[in-house]
């Protein structure tokens, strides 16, 4: 399967632009060290260190260009971003292509994009109480160690998909942070017990109870 336009521009874009000297300076994409002249920095990674810059990139994009396209081919885009896709006896494919992609646990699909934590966030205009399905815990929120006691105070919101030990937690501050910035609604803490939470399959945030 071909890769779509999107996937090759970024890809073109990912294998042109010069990642030895990233960590050193700002520039604009498409960056070419050999055009710097006196201004170029004299610190610059190793080809290792360089190779590894380019293949976080490749998968910080292929997760996004992954979870939109049912037919992505990671390694097809790889291998255009210039990142060596065989293992190190030269084999084709090599699987730690796509270990790097973060998947469903249980669909096998690639994961939406962004912080997991703040998926279960209410859209910009939240459907009616009561009109769908309450929002669920991920499988991996679902397994976290949980509180011995069933008892444990704790609360969700309307749209969580998380329990939190207290409003002061840093991920629930960044989850109302991000609502405000992005205009969605922010719903208020409605207090529970972590056994009545794992009964409605909510999750356990890995701040809180760490």
């Not at 803490?189 to 056994?195: A, F, K, Q």
Request: glycine share 8%; hydrophobic share 30%.
């Amino acid at each position: 399967m071909a890769l779509s336009r999107l996937a090759r521009e970024f890809a073109a874009e990912i294998s042109y632009h010069d990642w030895s000297d990233a960590p050193y300076r700002l520039d604009r994409a498409g960056h070419q060290r050999h055009h710097d002249g006196p201004r170029a920095t004299e610190k610059v990674l190793s080809p290792d260190e360089t190779d590894c810059v380019r293949t976080n990139v490749m998968w910080v994009a292929a997760q996004a260009l992954g979870h939109a396209d049912p037919n992505f081919d990671v390694f097809e885009f790889a291998e255009w971003c210039g990142v060596d896709t065989r293992t190190p006896a030269g084999r084709p494919r090599s699987g730690h292509i796509l270990a790097g992609l973060r998947h469903d646990s249980e669909t096998g699909t690639i994961d939406r994009p962004g912080d997991p934590e703040i998926w279960d966030e209410a859209p910009a205009e939240p459907a009616p109480t009561g009109n769908g399905p309450d929002q669920v815990g991920t499988s991996a929120q679902r397994a976290r160690r949980w509180p011995a006691d069933p008892n444990t105070p704790g609360f969700v919101t309307a749209r969580s998909r998380n329990i939190h030990r207290t409003p002061d937690c840093v991920k629930y501050r960044h989850t109302l942070t991000v609502s405000r910035q992005r205009g969605r609604t922010v719903h208020p803490p409605i207090w529970t017990t972590t056994g009545a939470a794992q009964a409605n399959k909510k999750g356990i945030c890995s701040s809180c109870w760490s």
